[in-house]
């Protein structure tokens, strides 16, 4: 199939299948680019991406690549000729992050941090994951976070030296509706407990001429408290977590996050808390995910 040019020019998005991916794909159509997207092939099956290919416009301004992060050198087709590229693919699997990402990423930033680190009250784009202090913790999905950070540090000091345009986002937990079929990690621990600013923020750097750097994406914080207070209220269908089952879940004090410097570049956020949770939770019902947690 090929597309043809028009005023806004083709961009890439990797890791189409994607949580965060397929939301940007829908919106960068809806704003009026044609798209290229990568996915991974699976030589057992064929993998149903009817939720990207039914998408309106998908037909004439959407094109499919298969690419795979184990061979960078899969992405050259899908990237060549474009005004933009989104790179939110990244492995999942615990394994795999830690083998695939960490270790190119080491070696290309084998800087690290020692000791506790410093507590701050607001946290901004100077501040970074303490890669030492996340492996002492030993946390779920402590790999995923770890290779995350090195890869973006990696990327923005090879952006630097060879001057390359490079902007790296970075939202906290993405929640809210979703397009792909089955219900994304962030999602389901959520709802576990019981997008579409953070694909808009993409686009909007894409086209602001002056973006550069790291920009935090986080419109709202909400406490476990708050969380099952909202849930309970507006959703008794639900079991929740009681009060004192909550008053005894131990943690670590978190700062809150800013992102002033995304705003101050004049992006608005449009969808308040509450909004992203029931678009959650009303996807979750249309696709049946719901069974495991209704009583």
């Known amino acids: 199939m090929e597309l043809g040019d028009d005023e806004k020019g083709i961009v890439c998005v990797t890791g189409g299948t994607g949580y965060l991916a397929s939301w940007l794909i829908m919106r960068l159509l809806q704003h009026g680019y044609s798209v290229r997207t990568t996915i991974r092939s699976h030589p057992d099956k064929k993998k149903d991406i009817s939720f990207l290919t039914d998408l309106p416009g998908a037909s004439e301004k959407l094109q ?5 992060l184990e061979q960078p050198n899969s992405f050259d087709a899908a990237i060549e000729g474009c005004v933009g590229v989104f790179h939110v693919a990244h492995p999942i699997e ?19 941090f020692k000791g506790m680190p410093e507590f701050k009250d607001i946290l901004d784009e100077n501040t970074w994951s303490d890669i030492d202090f996340i492996r002492a913790l030993e946390l779920f999905g402590a790999s995923y976070i770890i290779s995350k950070t090195l890869c973006e540090r990696a990327a923005l000091e090879f ?3 060879h001057g390359l345009d490079l902007v790296t986002l970075i939202p906290p937990v993405v929640f809210g509706p979703f397009i ?4 994304p990690g962030s999602v389901f621990a959520t709802m576990e ?11 909007f750097l894409l086209e602001y001429p002056n973006a550069k750097g790291r920009f935090i994406c986080s419109s709202k914080e909400m406490t476990l408290h708050k969380m099952s207070e909202y849930l309970s209220a507006n959703y008794p269908e639900f079991q929740m977590a009681t009060t004192d089952i909550l008053n005894k879940v131990k943690g670590y004090k ?5 992102s002033k410097k ?16 029931d678009g959650a939770i009303q996807c979750c019902k249309e696709k049946g995910f719901f069974d495991q947690f209704v009583s």
């Open 64 to 68: 499919i690549f298969h690419a795979d």
């Open 94 to 112: 615990e394994k795999e992050a830690e083998e695939v990402k960490t270790r190119r990423a080491m070696n290309a930033y084998p800087g690290h």
């Open 159 to 161: 952006a630097e030296k």
């Open 180 to 183: 792909c079929p089955s219900i």
């Open 193 to 203: 407990f019981i997008l579409d600013d953070v694909a808009s923020a993409h686009i």
């Open 254 to 258: 978190k700062p809150a996050l800013s």
């Open 262 to 277: 995304l705003l101050d570049c004049g992006f608005k956020f449009k969808y308040g808390l509450e909004e992203t949770i």
